[in-house]
Nanobody, 126 residues
Framework: QVQLVESGGGLVMAGGSLRLSCVAS????????MGWFRQAPGKEREFVAS????????SYADSVKGRFTISRDNDKNMAYLQMNSLKPEDTAVYYC???????????????????WGQGTQVTVSS
């Protein structure tokens, strides 16, 4: 079992930056792939970024490439999402997700992850 808690959301002006954090419970954090998803009002939850258990394989949605950076610190059981050059269309609830390294299949859909945080709101004003 893994429990995830996000933090770091808030209100920021367009062009600004935010850093989201996700702390995971348990002693086997390094065995889990971590992902970030987001859900805007009236829209489906969408993939943002994912990082493998070693941090050696990273994937981003096209909409955030070059602006967002996903990272992790296995010693601290933490995953991060650095968001720069924020746009109003980035406004959403951002969710941290995890899945065990033994799980196979796509990493860009909700169904590919077993554990979810409660979400943190990010609002970007124009």
């Amino acid at each position: 079992q893994v429990q995830l808690v996000e933090s770091g959301g808030g209100l920021v002006m367009a062009g600004g930056s935010l850093r989201l954090s996700c702390v995971a419970s348990g002693r086997t954090f390094s065995s889990y792939r971590m992902g970030w998803f987001r859900q805007a009002p009236g829209k489906e939850r969408e993939f943002v970024a994912s990082i493998s258990w070693t941090g050696g394989f990273i994937s981003y949605a096209d909409s955030v490439k070059g602006r967002f950076t996903i990272s992790r610190d296995n010693d601290k059981n933490m995953a991060y999402l650095q968001m720069n050059s924020l746009k109003p269309e980035d406004t959403a609830v951002y969710y941290c997700a995890a899945r065990h390294r033994s799980v196979v299949g796509t990493i860009t859909t909700q169904g590919g992850y077993d554990y979810w945080g409660q979400g943190t709101q990010v609002t970007v004003s124009s």
